[in-house]
Each structure stands twice: as C-alpha cells, then as structure tokens.
C-alpha cells in the first residue's frame, strides 16, 4: 500500500519517505473509514483500529481537509470508543509526538516506588 521514496534532506541527509499508492486496497480501506464516519454505525474491530491510528498520526486532517472536513475528523477521533486498544496506542503515539517519550526520568526519592507515565500508565492503573 506504500513504496519507498528516496531523497534528501538540505541536499546532504539521506532520508526515506512513504508515498501511499492508490490501489484497489487503498480506496476498499477509505471507503470502510468514509462509512464508519459517515453512517455512525459502530465500526468492525479493524476499522476502528485504523481510526484510532489514523486520528494518532494526523492522518485525519489530510483524508478530511479545511473546515468542511471538521464533522468528520469530529466523527473519526470518536470512532477510537469502539476499539479500546486502538485507543490506548492513539494516546501513546501522541504521547511520544508530544515528547512525552523524551523526557529524561528523575529518580524517585527515597523510599518512594517509581511511577508509570505516560496514557500507557494512565491506562494500566485504571
């Protein structure tokens, strides 16, 4: 569903990019997302999966763009209640693209155990 894009970055860096294709797959996937979004008919297990990622990455503002397309970004982000896992990886991606992941570790004080962060953690105490 993507091929590799060779290319350059400021001309020196190598860098690799993935360009979609446009594929029978490809259009049978957006479609299932178009339907979920469009019927609000709770999405099978790998549709809203997808969403949960789609939402996580930003893929939302590119497949529904400028403000007519914000009732269905609305619609996709809602669509990550049908799949709780789905859910927990969308937050931990946001978390790492928020640099969540990146922040150095204090250590705790004594005596004190050391806490989980992150919505993994958040999601594995409740």
Known sequence: ????VEG???GVLP?????ATDTAISREIRSRLDNAIRTGVPPDPRTA???ALAHAVGLGK????GNEGRSSRSR????IRHDPMGGLVAHAVMDVQNGAAAQPRRAPAAGVP????????RAAAH
């Open 114 to 121: 050391a806490q989980p962060r992150g919505s993994m953690a």
């Open 1 to 4: 569903m993507v091929h590799a």
């Open 62 to 65: 590119h497949l529904y763009p």
């Open 8 to 10: 350059q970055m400021c």
């Open 76 to 79: 996709l982000r809602d669509l």
């Open 49 to 51: 999966a997808l969403a």
């Open 15 to 19: 860098t690799t990019r993935y360009q």
